[in-house]
């Protein structure tokens, strides 16, 4: 598979980096992105690009992939409506244009989140704004959808977020990990899980196309046990922001 990723600089995307670079199915790997991911490897090639709502300058570039994991998200705190709305449908969608040009036959993987609402009537604004562009990736003409919605993702494989709040918390949460992973296990999962539950999607396809933790954790589940020896690539540990 030859993949495009969006988000690589961000806790999630470059989780779903280091499991694409250390699968054998995974033959390349495209970031795109504002800012250089800092990860040299054999697979990778990068496109920083500035402007992630116009990609007519970088088209020739995108075409010849079979997958895209879109793994770009901004918090909703302290941003309005209209600038969540931007961030998260506008530019999402102007992406998903730009692949459907280059691109025949490309499956879309996208990271919402537990608790989108795809009535998009939700009195929690990015609840409605995730419901949003999920219902309208949903009627593109992608050859598959998947909309994947992680609750708490616990960060692993050296994987880091730049806000330090962040960290706290995940490290504060990290020896409770294997305690709520068995009492809780369809509210979280982790950044190595969630890599690999969407490589197999955009590989094999899923069960449903909205798949929650449980379904991400069964799709990492079985990744695994098709490659017991799966590991990460040697990456030197780095800081990336969420």
């Not at 939700?122 to 949903?138: C, D, F, T, V």
């Not at 708490?152 to 709520?180: D, E, H, I």
Request: aromatic residues 8%.
């Amino acid at each position: 598979m030859r993949l495009v990723l969006f988000g690589a600089t961000g806790m999630l995307g470059s989780g779903a980096l280091i499991e694409c670079l250390a699968h054998p199915d995974v033959e390349a790997v495209l970031s795109v992105g504002r800012r250089p991911c800092g990860v040299a490897h054999g697979k990778l090639e990068e496109i920083v690009h500035q402007d992630l709502f116009d990609y007519r300058t970088v088209r020739s570039r995108l075409e010849g992939h079979d997958a895209c994991l879109y793994c770009v998200g901004v918090s909703s705190v302290g941003m309005s409506e209209t600038d969540y709305r931007r961030v998260t449908y506008e530019m999402t969608l102007r992406a998903a244009e730009a692949l459907l040009e280059a691109n025949r036959g490309l499956s879309f993987c996208y990271i919402s989140g537990a608790g989108a609402d795809a009535t998009e009537q939700s009195r929690l604004m990015w609840a409605r704004e995730k419901g949003r562009i999920e219902n309208r990736l949903r009627v593109t003409p992608f050859k598959a959808v998947w909309l994947f919605r992680p609750g708490f993702v616990q960060p692993v494989k050296g994987v880091r977020s730049r806000t330090r709040l962040y960290n706290a918390v995940y490290g504060g949460l990290k020896p409770l990990y294997p305690v709520l992973e068995r009492v809780a296990p369809s509210r979280v999962t982790t950044t190595e899980k969630l890599g690999l539950a969407m490589i197999r999607a955009a590989r094999d396809g899923a069960p449903e196309p909205v798949l929650q933790n449980r379904d991400i954790n069964e799709l990492a589940g079985a990744e695994l046990g098709c490659d017991p020896q799966h590991d990460a690539p040697p990456l030197q540990e780095r800081r990336y922001a969420m």
